[in-house]
């Protein structure tokens, strides 16, 4: 009995031993697996570090590694990265995927670029008229000639980035961008390294890649910084000290050149700045695991033109390390697409930086966007760029903070310009423009602007405004427009011809002084209205001596307009369309030739252009224009003929008839021009113009709508210059066989 106590007890106590062991077992075995999945995890996911140097254009060839980073499902853990560097690098931070900037990089212009080329269909009509007509500008300060410290203030870059990274606007520390991100830039003044981690997210990208010389230097919490290549090209260490186990570094860097190569001043500035980054390669390239040098000889900071061959360059020099980043393959994931964001915000308060010279109506007026509205971005981009085009700001920065905006204005100190056109047409002859133009005369937001032409013809153009921007601005502007001209039918010249003249030779002069007040109307169109005083003088030394005058007398007339202008380009538009509509109600006059009578002119021009395909443009333009009233006076009459020339006081251009042959109280034309630009900047078109003119035509007796009277082709070669268009049209006319061969040169003005 007590054996089978005994045996029991021996069972139980086996159970137990057998229970703790299991229990230690797996306790054991409980305790282990966290640290072997953990090792596991760590030999698995090691922290993955990207670091991206500069190199400008060059800096392409950092889209083609990202797309074959992508291909494998390697997922960045950090991305450091110094000028063009910081820009691809920060945008792939941000969210975008390498496909993504591919097709965003292909379609960047150099010459937006770098020449801060702001869009003309954005900017302001007197802003507008002043890039349409000047070729040069020169900025005085105190009497003396100011020189620029950039060719670029970086606008459109700004622009470029800002909207790009819209998604992330409310992001000021970049280590909460879906990857960490830092970027590299340089204090000017001190010379020192500068990390930007946090901040305006594009305007930290801006400043890593303002190249000394071409960028104007970006103000950041007081310090004025540059191209972080400048002292930190390739910032691997900054990366490694972060903690990041694995690094793969992607290097666009020139090697030093040898003496052969030194030719021309950029490449021996480039090879300065070579120095130091070269000099600090060797130590940088231990710090890399996987040194990645994309095949750059041959191309510039500025080869954007060869950005596709670019990139996949930089695509063949990653694949080459295959073997290594495959260790980090990871099929399962696959970065995501950034969802791109409507083209539209909505902007709620505004607010900017305290103005000395400016008021907050101005600002706005030039936005020509209100608080708490929903608009496009490209509105808002528009806006912008009014603003800056004013020339009234030394710097525009902006930053969204939720839904509110705010803007960084800097006022300039330059305050006067000299500027200066040249031009040649077949009715005004030869001209050499002289302007001066100098802000804040008298009042806040106020402009003089004065033109003086010298040449064939003397002739003037002044302009004084006080811009209120939404609110009604006060304006004067005065003109004298001269040319001489033999004509046979305009301007009731027929009645003076007999069988010893078939033309009259006409001296030409009017002076209109205009003052009025204007708005913007709709945030789109300028709308205004106000007095012009006239004096008309024609004058012919083919009459008789005792009466070469034909008209001298002054006009006072009310005048009203509507306008608006989208074109892309005045002399070779692709895009937009333009709306110009004049009445002027004539009900004074001293009267030289007592055949005065209240009498009104209402004019509307209106066109369009479009690029049906690349390199390929269509403009169509129709006009109207009558007299309303009984008047008999021939001096106000609509000449059409010629072109090339500044259309004023109804004189207005027709291919297939030569200058001032056509006239008539009232008409209506339409023309289209085929252009092809066949190679940069130079231009091959086809014009056919149509017009009825008479007197009265839109008389309900009339059939003006019936085949046109008057018909033209001209067919030319126009080449984009920086004095403006050369244009070479040739002429005709099927009604009567006219022909000719007309040259003009320069801005029209």
């Not at 077992?25 to 966290?34: C, D, E, I, Q, T």
């Not at 901040?199 to 930290?204: K, N, R, S, V």
């Not at 010298?454 to 405004?465: I, P, Q, S, T």
């Not at 006009?555 to 369309?577: A, E, I, M, R, V």
């Amino acid at each position: 009995m007590f054996k089978k106590k005994e045996n029991r007890i021996k069972k139980i106590e086996y159970r137990i031993r057998g229970t703790f062991s299991c229990f230690i077992l797996f306790a054991f075995v409980f305790l282990l697996l966290p640290f072997n999945s953990i090792a596991q995890d760590s030999i698995k996911k090691p922290k993955i570090g990207l670091v991206l140097s500069g190199g400008g254009a060059k800096g392409l060839a950092h889209i083609g590694v990202l797309k074959v980073i992508d291909s494998l499902g390697i997922k960045i853990d950090y991305i450091g990265g110094t000028s063009m560097g910081a820009i691809v690098g920060g945008l792939y931070a941000s969210g975008y995927t390498g496909k993504q900037l591919d097709s965003i990089f292909s379609t960047l212009n150099i010459d937006d670029l770098v020449q801060d080329n702001i869009p003309r269909k954005s900017k302001l009509l007197f802003n507008k008229r002043s890039d349409d007509i000047y070729a040069l500008s020169l900025p005085f300060k105190k009497l003396k000639l100011e020189t620029p410290n950039a060719l670029s203030k970086g606008f459109y870059n700004y622009h470029f980035l800002s909207k790009l990274t819209y998604h992330v606007r409310n992001t000021r520390d970049f280590k909460k961008l879906p990857i960490p991100f830092f970027c590299m830039a340089t204090d000017i003044e001190t010379g020192e390294e500068i990390v930007l981690n946090k901040g305006i997210f594009p305007q930290a990208l801006i400043a890593s890649s303002s190249v000394p010389s071409i960028f104007y230097p970006i103000e950041i919490e007081e310090r004025l910084l540059v191209d972080g290549g400048v002292t930190n090209n390739y910032p691997v260490e900054k990366l490694k000290e972060l903690g990041v186990d694995y690094i793969i570094g992607v290097d666009v860097q020139e090697a030093l050149k040898d003496r052969k190569e030194l030719q021309g001043i950029t490449t021996i500035f480039g090879q300065i700045s070579n120095f130091n980054t070269q000099s600090q390669m060797k130590s940088k390239r231990q710090l890399t695991n996987i040194y990645i040098k994309p095949e750059i000889k041959g191309y510039t900071v500025l080869s954007f033109e060869n950005g596709k061959k670019i990139i996949e360059n930089g695509e063949y020099a990653t694949r080459n390390f295959l073997s290594e980043l495959m260790k980090f393959e990871n099929k399962a994931y696959q970065k995501p697409k950034l969802k791109l964001i409507k083209d539209s915000i909505f902007i709620g308060n505004i607010a900017f930086t305290e103005l000395k010279n400016y008021t907050r109506a101005y600002v706005l007026g030039k936005l020509r966007f209100k608080p708490n509205t929903k608009v496009s971005f490209e509105d808002f981009q528009n806006g912008i760029q009014n603003l800056s085009n004013t020339q009234n700001f030394s710097a525009v920065k902006y930053q969204f903070n939720e839904k509110d905006i705010f803007i960084s204005l800097r006022e300039n100190k330059i305050n006067t310009f000299l500027k200066f056109a040249l031009h040649y047409d077949e009715l005004y002859k030869s001209g050499a423009l002289i302007n001066i133009t100098q802000k804040k005369i008298i009042s806040k937001n106020d402009m003089v602007s004065l033109d003086l032409i010298f040449g064939d013809n003397f002739r003037y153009d002044f302009n004084y405004l006080i811009d209120n921007g939404y609110y009604f601005s006060f304006g004067i502007n005065s003109s004298l427009n001269r040319f001489n001209k033999n004509v046979n039918s305009a301007f009731g010249i027929q009645s003076y011809l007999n069988n010893t003249f078939e033309k009259i030779n006409l001296d030409y002069s009017s002076i209109n002084t205009k003052v009025f007040l204007q708005t913007v109307f709709f945030r789109k169109f300028n709308i205004g209205g106000g007095f012009e005083f006239q004096n008309l003088v024609l004058k012919s030394d083919n009459l008789t001596k005792a009466n070469k005058t034909i008209e001298n007398s002054n006009y006072l007339s009310l005048n009203g307009y509507l306008n608006h202008d989208t074109f892309d380009d005045k002399y070779f538009p692709k895009k937009g369309w333009y709306l110009k509509s004049n009445f002027n109600y004539y009900f004074s006059s001293s009267d030289y030739t007592n055949q005065f009578s209240k009498f009104s002119i209402s004019k509307t021009d209106l066109g369009i252009a479009i690029a049906p395909i690349k390199n390929f443009s269509f403009v169509l333009k129709n006009e109207i224009g009558f007299k309303i009233g009984h008047s008999t006076l021939p001096y106000f009459d609509f000449a059409l003929g010629g072109t090339g020339f500044k259309e004023t006081n109804n004189i207005s251009s027709f291919y297939g008839y030569d200058f001032l042959s056509i006239s008539g109280n009232s008409y209506i034309k339409s023309s289209g021009t085929f252009d092809y630009e066949f190679y940069k900047k130079n231009h091959i078109n086809l014009t056919y113009n149509a017009s009825i003119v008479g007197d009265f035509i839109f008389n309900a007796t009339k059939t003006w709508f019936n085949k046109p009277t008057y018909t033209g082709f001209g067919l030319g070669y126009g080449l984009e210059t920086l004095i403006g268009p050369i244009e070479i049209k040739y002429t005709w006319s099927p009604e009567t066989n006219f022909s000719a061969f007309w040259v003009n040169l320069g801005f029209v003005f």
